[in-house]
């Protein structure tokens, strides 16, 4: 089989300082694969090793890549752009980006700050929206490049994620649209709902909780990246996809919806009477609200003044 390699080829990756870190092994396959690496991280307090992007870079020098990295926050169109101008400056351009930096902060609908809202926005997606806007001009000229967003199984809906559900859900949006404007350019979008164990999970997450725990046992952010690097490469297949990755499962995300009624004098009774042919075909498989009601008994408490990044 034909190793997939990423030579001459410039990556971006968001949120790709600390350890354990999805971002840093993005950064890390994409290298040993070949890839000029930009690590950008704003740093975490939420790891137990270096939270920062030159801490990844050290480590992808080390081995033999290469690599820079960047410090700029994704929230803004300007740390975007200054972001982007990293990987123009140090490698002359930019083939792909993986939007992965994120923030999430688990708390009650009725509890959590205006404040908190609007950062789980501004980065989970309005960083995704500045930083593909930043690099997309440069693909476009080229008619070439791969962008792969970082959504979450959380736009299910999960227990005191609502914002961070709402910024996830936007992304996926986001990625369809995207992959529709991109296709005559040569520029495939596609996204990622990973599960692994990283700086998120310890700084949401108590040490005693069955999520804490299971991610920590059995779900490596190494196992995730592989998809991920598939997706950013030139050989990828598909765009405006979904996949959910974790604990080497790799499953197709997508939209459906059922049969439904057809009633050209439809009324409130109508619908009513024929509620169950609208429902008809739901299946046992999809992820149901109910499934998660109370998921997030053992998160940490909410403490405004504590963000889980």
Not at 245 to 254: E, H, K, L
Not at 281 to 292: C, H, K, R
Request: contains cysteine; aromatic residues 6%.
């Amino acid at each position: 089989m034909e190793e997939l390699r990423f030579d001459g080829k410039t990556a971006i990756v968001t949120g790709a300082g600390g350890n354990p870190s999805l971002g840093r092994a993005h950064a890390m396959l994409l290298a040993a694969r070949g890839a000029n690496v930009v690590v950008n991280d704003i740093g975490s307090k939420h790891a137990p090793g270096p939270a920062t992007a030159q801490g990844v870079v050290d480590e992808i020098r080390a081995l033999g890549g290469k690599a820079v990295s960047d410090v700029n926050s994704v929230a803004t169109s300007r740390g975007a752009q200054a972001l982007v101008q990293t990987a123009l400056d140090a490698f002359g351009g930019v083939d792909i980006v993986i939007n992965n930096a994120g923030v999430c902060i688990n708390a009650a609908f009725d509890e959590i700050t205006d404040a908190d809202i609007q950062l789980q926005i501004d980065v989970n997606l309005m960083g995704p929206i500045w930083v593909s806007r930043a690099a997309w001009p440069h693909m476009k000229k080229k008619s070439y490049g791969r962008i792969v967003n970082i959504v979450s199984g959380s736009m299910y809906g999960f227990a005191l994620q609502a914002a961070y559900a709402a910024s996830k859900g936007g992304l996926y949006s986001l990625t369809r649209g995207m992959a529709t404007e991109g296709k005559r350019l040569g520029i495939r979008v596609n996204s990622i709902a990973p599960g692994a164990f990283t700086r998120m999970v310890i700084g949401s997450q108590e040490e005693d909780c069955l999520t804490f725990q299971g991610t920590k046992a059995r779900m490596p952010a190494e196992v995730v990246s592989p998809a991920v690097a598939f997706l950013a490469h030139e050989n990828c297949p598909v765009n405006g996809e979904c996949f959910d990755v974790m604990a080497g499962n790799v499953r197709r995300i997508y939209m459906a919806q059922t049969k439904g009624i057809s009633e050209p004098q439809i009324t409130i009774e109508k619908i009513a009477a024929r509620w169950d042919a609208v429902m008809a075909g739901t299946s046992s498989d999809i992820f149901l609200v109910e499934a998660f009601d109370g998921f997030q008994r053992h998160d940490k408490p909410y403490d405004p003044s504590r963000r889980a990044v």
